[in-house]
């Protein structure tokens, strides 16, 4: 398994829906993750960790299944502005500076 | 200062010369760390800096590529006989101690050999 995983998608739903994303590590000894948001032609920044417990943030929850080493976003009410692309991450310790970030998935919300 | 600066914000430099692109952490953050971004793809790790000591170069592509960082602070990436290979967005981010809060982005240098 690759240290993260992510579908690249492209995910195109309309307005209003309901989109989850899904991402897979192989670090079992991981223990803080999270999800960043990429507009085209942008820097990467944080949309929000996740912890233990997981964490919701108005629209907008994440959750950790450590058993099966999987983190999930999941976005309701999709809004326009949501278009990017989310990268998922993880820490592996050590090397690489501590985060690992996935390829990313592009989310498309259309009218 | 308030956010990662990075400079210059876009390079356009002739096939084999040298280049060097500059980042300045936020304040107080010990760790710093460079990624490279070509086009449609995702962030490939270059190298990051605990303080001054960089203690895993390996993600380097090759020996024309070097970086040092100084006084903890501002760090300059090096790219010597650039090639149109290199053509891509240099990232520069940095944080408190081991990253456990996540990075925060500069908004990168945008390089161009031709």
């Known amino acids: 398994r690759k240290e993260v995983e992510q579908d690249p998608g492209p995910f195109n739903v309309p307005e209003g829906a309901t989109v989850a994303f899904n991402c897979t590590y192989s670090?079992?000894?991981?223990?803080?993750f999270f999800w960043y948001r990429q507009d085209c032609r942008k820097e990467p920044k944080l949309l929000m960790s996740?912890?233990?417990s997981g964490n919701e943030d108005g629209r907008f929850t994440a959750q950790l299944n450590r058993a099966s080493q999987y983190i999930s976003l999941l976005i309701r009410d999709s809004k326009l502005s949501d278009s990017a692309t989310y990268l998922c991450?993880?820490?592996?310790?050590?090397?690489?500076?501590?985060?690992?970030f996935g390829k990313g998935t592009k989310l498309s919300v259309k009218p | 200062g308030a956010g990662v600066s990075q400079s210059p914000s876009n390079k356009v430099t002739e096939k084999g010369k040298d280049v060097e692109l500059r980042c300045d952490p936020i304040?107080?953050?010990?760790?710093l760390y460079w990624y490279r971004q070509s086009l449609g793809q995702g962030l490939e790790f270059l190298i990051y800096?605990?303080?001054?000591?960089?203690?895993?170069k390996s993600g380097l592509p090759s020996d024309r590529f070097s970086a040092e960082r100084t006084g903890g602070s501002v760090s300059t990436l090096t790219i010597q006989r650039t090639q149109q290979e290199d053509s891509a967005v240099y990232l520069c981010?940095?944080?408190?101690?081991?990253?456990?809060?996540?990075?925060?982005f500069g908004s990168g240098t945008r390089l161009t050999v031709v």
């Open positions: 304040s107080g953050h010990t760790a």
């Open positions: 996740v912890y233990s």
């Open positions: 800096f605990q303080g001054n000591s960089a203690p895993d």
């Open positions: 981010a940095s944080s408190y101690g081991q990253g456990a809060h996540g990075y925060t």
């Open positions: 991450v993880v820490p592996v310790g050590g090397s690489q500076g501590n985060l690992i």
């Open positions: 670090n079992s000894a991981s223990q803080s």
